[in-house]
């Protein structure tokens, strides 16, 4: 039988140990590692390249359009001021109060005994949309100061289907000194003056401007 000598053995040897060194391994290892995390730092770098460039953009887009941006709102406050104002007047036209209305129904309730001799209005200056009117007038019959009652109540009876708070009192009802002749009779006078206070509209509007004056 031949004899066979591995005259290398040793070296063979010290070459396995060299390359199951554990440090060398783990020399390797941490390599692969820091490889790894190279990777990983230049993909998140090219990210964060790629959001700065958005972040670059957004900025520049932000600066052109925040001027527009600022003169819009402004714009939208002057038209809407414009536009409350605007409203208010035309609210303010549509509450206003129309006198020949209610001069028209008081001279339906006018009677022939019955003289009306000055006549005046005023609206007032407050929001409350109340209207004052004072009827001068003389009446004549057996019962002069009666026939002055009666259109008193009419005047509220009246009134009160169109009007609010509507309410008729008399300032002076005196006595006339001379009669008068009414359908060939001399009768007696009274003189009166019935103030008249009254309110239209459903609700106060919302500000107020001067007084008006009917005469």
């Known amino acids: ?122 609206v007032g200056a407050d929001a409350a949309q109340k209207c004052t009117l004072v009827l001068n007038g003389v009446s004549a019959g057996s019962d002069a100061r009666r026939i002055a009652e009666e259109l008193r109540i009419a005047i509220v009876s009246q009134l009160g289907g169109r009007y609010r708070n509507v309410a008729a009192s008399f300032r002076s009802l005196e006595d006339g000194l001379d009669p008068v002749q009414l359908e060939g009779k001399a009768l007696p006078t009274a003189h009166f003056a019935i103030a008249v206070d009254l309110q239209w509209g459903s609700e106060p509007i919302a500000a107020a401007g001067p007084a008006r004056r009917a005469r």
């Open 1 to 122: 039988m031949p004899l066979r000598l591995n005259l290398y053995h040793e070296v063979q040897k010290q070459a396995a140990l060299k390359r199951r060194d554990p440090l060398k391994l783990s020399m390797f290892g941490i390599g692969a590692i820091a490889v790894c995390m190279a990777g990983f730092y230049f993909v998140q770098l090219g990210k964060a390249h790629s959001l700065n460039s958005e972040l670059d953009r957004l900025k520049a887009e932000h600066a052109k359009l925040d001027p527009e941006s600022k003169a819009a709102l402004k714009r939208e406050e002057e038209l809407t001021a414009k536009f409350k104002i605007n409203e208010h007047i035309e609210r303010r036209i549509e509450e206003r109060f129309y006198w020949a209305p209610l001069l028209e129904q008081l001279v339906g309730l006018v009677p022939r005994e019955v003289q009306i001799t000055r006549v005046n209005g005023e």
